[in-house]
């Protein structure tokens, strides 16, 4: 059996906000899929660029995630986020330590939806 194809795909990359391709519509329950956003989100009003966090979604359904859960997932990864700091000057000793810091999401932009068939190693 060849490396890449066989009877069935076990992966299918779409566009969740189109219509779902055919293997999909005849077996929804069949697929779990991952729905990719890029969220942008600025530290302060003088940061001219926004920064970019890539946040994936894991559902059982191909319909998109609403914005709010895309916004919880952004917030629970940007809070959970560990910053190394110099301790006292001195070169070279890095400290790890939770910092918050204050932002604000500026856009979620959806990417691409992966679809992997249950039961199947995917990789």
Same mark, same amino acid.
């Given at each position: 059996?060849? !490396?890449? =194809? =066989?009877?069935? @795909? ?28 890029? &969220? ?5 009003? !003088?940061? &001219?660029?926004?920064?970019? !966090? ?33 301790? =006292?000057?001195?070169? =070279?000793?890095? &400290? @790890?330590?939770? !910092? ?7 856009? %979620? ?5 992966? %679809? ?8």
């Amino acid at each position: 059996m060849p !490396l890449f =194809g =066989g009877k069935k @795909k076990n992966k299918i990359e779409f566009d969740a906000r189109k219509e779902f391709p055919p293997e999909i519509k005849s077996d929804v329950e069949g697929w779990e899929y991952t729905h990719n956003f890029k &969220v942008h989100y600025k530290s302060s009003r !003088l940061q &001219v660029l926004a920064s970019k !966090l890539n946040i994936s979604i894991p559902s059982y359904t191909p319909q998109l995630p609403s914005h709010a859960e895309v916004e919880e997932a952004a917030n629970a990864r940007l809070q959970g986020s560990t910053f190394s700091i110099q301790r =006292g000057g001195t070169p =070279g000793r890095l &400290v @790890k330590k939770d !910092l918050t810091f204050s932002y604000h999401i500026t856009d %979620a932009e959806y990417k691409e939806t992966i %679809a992997f068939r249950k039961g199947q190693e995917n990789w």
